[in-house]
């Protein structure tokens, strides 16, 4: 009998050791790291007993006290002084943040022409301009006050999720005049195609880069994509196949990279050693460079192929003339910062209509926060006039903005921007106090990318974790 009872004890506890969930056994034995909630333990146990076995679809169904996955995995991730880091500061408190605050110069002396002086006296310039129009804001990311929601960018929820990156999503984009193609690049060197559409599903992953991928774009087709990186190569990808069949080496990291919008046989890579270099497509050979101040870090080009805007690593915005059948490139004008403090250009936008220029328009967004408007004068050679600039916390991470879609005349100019906090942001750069307007919540960790879809209902955003979540926007009347 004591031999059929033992017998029956170890059975048992077999039975109990084939039932335990490795990844939760492995929890269980985890330690807490120093700067996570005491609960951490208890709480991450919870997340995984209940967590669906299906991954990211179930898990946008699972739900416990009301609260789903991500708000739970958000909580744990909060640091023990998370209350102290939202305190109130003297720039910005909550509830008031995106105050505009009086501007200590003209908008157009926080950025100089060439031919202007960098020790140029700002304020007594002030006094002797006072009359000249401009505005910009100050606003901080991390405690906006959405007071009243932008009904034109609400949103219903999350689409779809896409998670199985383990490193940070540097960069991603939809299809030219595509509502459903995606791909995101990220810092392990994969880029990853897939289809939003129901149901959402990768398409293709490409690898090849041995470093991150810094940028990359579709040709207007979107049968290729173009791809730079910090392993100072460019590739080029046939999406269908998912093969590289060009690979061209420079001598230094390539940081941006774009397809030619009217002769696709072209391509423009901003690289580390201060150049634009435009490459022939069908051959990979080069065919034409300019040589800038410092490493060119964000590039776009016009709608009519004529113009590059470039950013560097100093903070300065380049126009450049470009002859689309030959590919030869000649500076015309550069716009420089004014600020002490040089940060790298993370983004460079160009679009051809703006509700407040009344024409073309450039938006540009650096490292440590400066959103800045520019209206783009088409007839004097893409010569930039900053209209309005928006001023948010200085970020650690290379954090990009976009334009929003356009709404109504009535309606202002909006940017939606990533954060170090987490969140997605939106912001009207026309209105002088609160221009916050709308946040998104969902992500674990610093919002890097973001990006619109053609039909403009779709917004998605990357994190450093390597999270890429869609979201629908809601249909407004």
Known sequence: ????????SSSSEEENNKAVDPTFFSCLLQPSSADSDPQYIGIRRLLLRRKAESGVHRRKDWRCNGKGYVAYRNYIRRPRNWESLHAPSHS?????????????????????????????????????????????????????????????????????????????????????????????????GTLTVCTVSQPPSIIKELRGHSKDVTDFDFSSNNQYIASSSMDK?????????????????????????????????????????????????????????????????AVDHDHTGQLIFCGDAQGCIYTVNMNSRTGSLSRSHRNRSSNNRKSPVTTVQYRSFSLLARGPVLLTCTQDGSLSFFSVALEIQGYLTPRCSLKLTPRVHSIRASFCPLLSLEKGEYIV?????????????????????????????????????????????????????????????
């Open 92 to 188: 910005s408190t909550p509830g008031q943040s995106g105050r505009w605050i009086p501007s200590p110069a003209p908008l157009s002396l926080l950025f100089e022409v060439d031919s202007w002086s960098s020790s140029r006296d700002l304020r007594s310039g002030y006094q002797a301009s006072s009359h000249r129009t401009s505005f910009s804001s100050s606003a901080s990311d991390n405690d906006p006050p959405v007071r009243k929601v932008e009904p034109a960018y609400s949103f219903v929820g999350m689409h779809c999720i896409f998670d199985q990156c383990k490193a940070s999503v540097t960069v991603l984009k939809f299809g030219n005049k595509s509502s459903d193609l995606l791909a995101y690049g990220a810092a392990d």
């Open 1 to 8: 009998m004591a031999e059929e009872t033992i017998e029956k």
């Open 233 to 297: 190569s460019v590739r080029v990808w046939e999406i269908s196949k998912g093969l590289c069949i060009r690979v061209i080496y420079g001598i230094s990291s390539q940081l941006c990279i774009r397809f030619h919008p009217v002769n696709n046989n072209f391509l423009s890579a901003g690289n580390a050693n201060r150049e634009i270099t435009v490459f022939n497509f069908s051959t990979g050979r080069v065919i034409n460079k300019a040589v800038f101040d410092d490493a060119v870090t």
């Open 417 to 477: 921007a990533g954060s170090e906090d987490s969140n997605v942001y939106f912001y009207d750069l026309t209105r002088p106090r609160h221009t916050c307007v709308n946040k998104l919540q969902g992500h674990g960790s610093p919002v890097i990318g973001v990006a619109w879809n053609h039909g403009e209902n779709l917004l998605a955003s990357s994190d450093s974790d390597g999270t890429v979540i869609v979201w629908k926007r809601a249909k407004t009347s």
